[in-house]
């Protein structure tokens, strides 16, 4: 009886030993169950005011980047585009009229050209036939009262013409500040009137939807919420003594309670909080007290997931994970230290929208340069 009792001790203790041994050795894990799911949530928000006049998701929807999701009311918003649109119809027009004047401010400059030099050709004619009597000195004074009322009216045509050319000189009927004044104004209008469409920025699952019909909505108010799940990272918040261990690139291993132990996720560590979670809390601890008791704090570190076993297994922002840092490899960073190189996040569904803004002022220019062949 007394062997059988050593024999189990020995064991027992041998077993102990084991364990700690695995948990104090340099290459042990560091082990953690709090650790969550984490995302980006993605807000839809208006960014001029309206009254909503449909809804395109609900909460647990898929949706596409770029789906219509809210429709406010765009009667106002038309109207203005439609008055833009005339705006800019009216300053091609005048400036059109700018460029003609100028090109008849040139001609008459011609004009009065011509009738100077007639003046003076009539006046040296009467002046060589003043010494034969042919001409009287009445018609003399006539030719010159002519010679300088022509170069009077050349004056008066030149300044005419400079005044008209200071309205047009080094532009274009396109480039002139009034048609660009006009064109800004259009792209305002048309961009305004393309925002009362509300439309997905990414795709993902709709949550948090907190809109109804009829409601009147203010820019920048949060209307619903976009989860992209192929994009999700687990948070594993370590205590301050696990960290020492803990380094950027280190394998990690992982199950969440979901799905239970049969399904494994793989990742690595991918960066360190800078600071614990309280000190970012709401409402940080206040430690300089009197009844000071000391608590374990805890970092977050941020794990990314193999993007195929997450497409096998979708997991959800919250839930719970359990970790597992495999610790032997100690070579890299604990912090990072360098500038990241990964792609930086982006959505191309509001890209267009000055494009086919400069798309109507092309239209609307070309309607109103009517049958002229060039816009200068």
Do not use: C
Request: without cysteine; proline residues 3%.
């Amino acid at each position: 009886m007394w062997a059988s009792k050593n024999i189990v001790g020995g064991v027992l203790l041998l077993v102990l030993a084991g364990a700690a041994w695995w948990l104090l050795a340099p290459g042990a894990g560091q082990v953690t169950e709090d650790a969550y799911v984490d995302g980006n949530v993605v807000q839809v928000t208006p960014q001029q005011n309206g009254s909503v006049t449909a809804i395109g998701a609900d909460n647990t929807e898929y949706v596409s980047a770029g789906q219509v999701l809210v429709q406010l009311n765009p009667v106002d918003a038309e109207l203005a585009l439609a008055r833009a649109e005339a705006q800019l119809s009216r300053a091609v027009r005048a400036v059109r009229a700018q460029f003609a004047n100028a090109s008849q401010g040139r001609a008459n400059i011609v004009l009065r050209s011509a009738d100077l030099a007639r003046a003076q050709a009539d006046l040296r004619r009467r002046s060589q036939l003043a010494s034969s009597g042919a001409v009287s000195g009445e018609d003399i004074s006539h030719a010159e009262d002519a010679v300088r009322s022509a170069r009077a009216a050349l004056q008066v045509a030149e300044q005419q013409a400079l005044s008209a050319s200071a309205l047009t000189d080094h532009t274009s009927v396109a480039s002139h500040p009034d048609v660009l004044a006009a064109v800004s104004q259009l792209r305002d209008a048309y961009v305004a009137s393309a925002r009362t469409v509300l439309r997905a920025p990414v795709s993902g699952i709709v949550t948090k939807r907190n809109v109804q019909l009829g409601q009147r909505v203010n820019a920048g108010t949060a209307l619903m919420s976009i989860v992209p799940l192929e994009q999700v990272w687990v948070n594993a918040n370590f205590k301050e003594s696990q960290l020492g261990a803990i380094r950027i690139g280190q394998p990690v291993s992982l199950s969440a309670d979901v799905y239970g132990k049969a399904v494994h996720y793989h990742g690595h560590v991918i960066g360190t909080d800078a600071g614990t979670g309280s000190a970012f809390a709401l409402l940080p601890a206040q430690n300089a007290t009197g009844n000071w008791i000391k608590v374990v704090q805890r970092v977050p570190v941020r794990i990314a997931l193999d993007a195929a076993e997450l497409a096998a297994n979708p997991l959800k922002v919250g839930l719970s994970m359990h970790v597992q840092v495999d610790t032997s490899a100690r070579d890299g960073k604990r912090v990072m230290d360098t500038a990241s190189t990964r792609q930086p996040e982006q959505t191309a569904v509001f890209a267009a929208e000055l494009a086919q803004a400069d798309q109507l002022v092309a239209r609307v220019i070309s309607a109103s340069l009517g049958g002229t062949t060039r816009a200068n």
